[in-house]
């Protein structure tokens, strides 16, 4: 990987977009473009690790001042004597005084004994509103404590009580389609059931915590991958889970949805070209056709790739596993064979 | 980038619709969903996470009551 490649490329990018906003004759949507297209690359670079998150955020902002000083020149030209900054240029001024929050990593504790148990049972009831469900789907116990994962949510009071007679309260954690219900305190790893129940004193459901599952063995392969083709993987699978799609007819999908066009772009085209600058992605990586022929497959045109890159692709196999031979990406079988592999 | 492989050879990309993180930073509950999604009758999934080095593999056994 070549940092000093890297660097240079975003700020050549930055240079272009200014040459480009100087030469537009109004503010407004390609300045936003430009802006965005900047953002792109850099957010690219600093996921692949090419460019610092401090370099990106330096070379954005001095962009945004170019950009901002300009349109005071604009605003005083077109208003002589008023020395007022626009909201927008106000914002992105604003925008430069702010500093980046600095994170503070998580410090990981020894790993704590796991206790799993699928639990596969729905808490029913019925009140003055109609009939009410909620389904259980596991019994997690970790360091970072105990609780159900649940299909869906649901605000109203549970009690929860062992074996022993102990009880606990409840939290709530997560969105309306998944979510935790958290007790408190951590129960003890030698508790056999908990009877759940609504808390307007229904009959419980008891939850059987004896048959746990042992945690499965992981397997690690090492291999390497460049971080380019990692991201460019990120990609496939986010246009592939984008929604647009009609998975269940890929060979004949419709002129590239509107929603997957707006997240495609030129966005790939870009973040190839400053992969490659950079040297995170080697030049010969199949992966960029890989994803061009995703992009075809699915009627997306217009999504900015390199016609070389395409071309490329041919050298591309799955593998048995249906993951390439040659890279081991997921990409190319979902490229290649799409109803045999993602249908 | 996590990708799954179903019990009949077939790969489901992953759509991340929430992270859970505990308290102590080690650990965390990743709420996923597989698209397409998975048949009734799948009997197992390997779950693979690749990363630059590495890649790790989990076949997880599915059951349904």
């Known amino acids: ?343 | 980038m996590l990708w799954i492989r179903d019990s009949r050879g077939r790969w489901h990309a992953t759509r991340t619709h929430g992270l859970s993180p505990s308290a102590n930073g080690g650990e965390g509950l990743l709420w996923l969903e597989l698209v397409p999604p998975l048949d009734r009758g799948t009997a197992w999934i390997d779950v693979i996470a690749t990363g630059r080095s590495a890649q790790a593999r989990i076949r997880l056994p599915l059951s349904r009551k």
């Open chain 1, 1 to 343: 990987m070549n940092r000093e490649r890297a660097e240079t490329h975003l700020r050549q990018l930055a240079e272009a977009e200014l040459r480009r906003a100087r030469t537009s004759p109004a503010p407004g949507a390609p300045r936003r473009r430009a802006d965005a297209r900047l953002a792109l690359v850099a957010q690219a670079l600093v996921a692949v690790g090419a460019v610092d998150v401090g370099t990106a955020d330096q070379i954005r902002a001095d962009f945004e001042a170019a950009i901002a000083v300009r349109q005071l020149g604009l605003l005083n030209q077109a208003r002589p004597g008023q020395r007022g900054l626009s909201p927008e240029a106000q914002e992105r001024l604003a925008r430069l005084m702010r500093r980046p929050s600095r994170r503070t990593g998580a410090v990981a504790r020894p790993r704590a004994p796991w206790r799993i148990v699928p639990v596969g049972q729905v808490i029913r009831s019925r009140d003055d509103s109609g009939r009410w469900e909620l389904p259980l789907v596991a019994y997690v116990q970790s360091a970072g404590g105990a609780r159900f994962t649940v299909a869906g949510r649901d605000a109203r009071r549970l009690t929860v009580v062992d074996d022993r007679g102990a009880s606990y309260q409840i939290g709530w954690l997560g969105g309306f389609d998944a979510s935790e219900l958290r007790l408190r305190p951590d129960p003890p790893h030698q508790i056999r059931w908990l009877d759940v129940a609504r808390a307007s004193g229904e009959p419980a459901t008891r939850i059987d915590l004896d048959p746990q599952v042992p945690a499965p063995e992981v397997t690690v392969t090492r291999n390497a991958h460049s971080p380019g083709e990692l991201l460019l993987d990120f990609i496939a699978a986010r246009i592939l889970s984008s929604g647009a799609v009609p998975l269940d007819d890929l060979e004949h999908p419709p002129a590239g949805a509107a929603d997957l066009r707006a997240f495609v772009g030129d966005g790939p085209g870009d973040i190839v070209a400053a992969l490659l600058a950079a040297g995170a992605l080697p030049p010969a990586s199949p992966v960029p056709g890989q994803l061009a022929a995703l992009c075809d497959r699915l009627g997306i045109p217009g999504h900015g790739w390199p016609a070389a890159s395409r071309q490329r692709m041919t050298g591309s196999t799955p593998g048995e596993s249906g993951r390439c031979r040659c890279c081991g990406s997921a990409t190319a079988a979902a490229a290649g064979t799409p109803r045999a592999r993602m249908a």
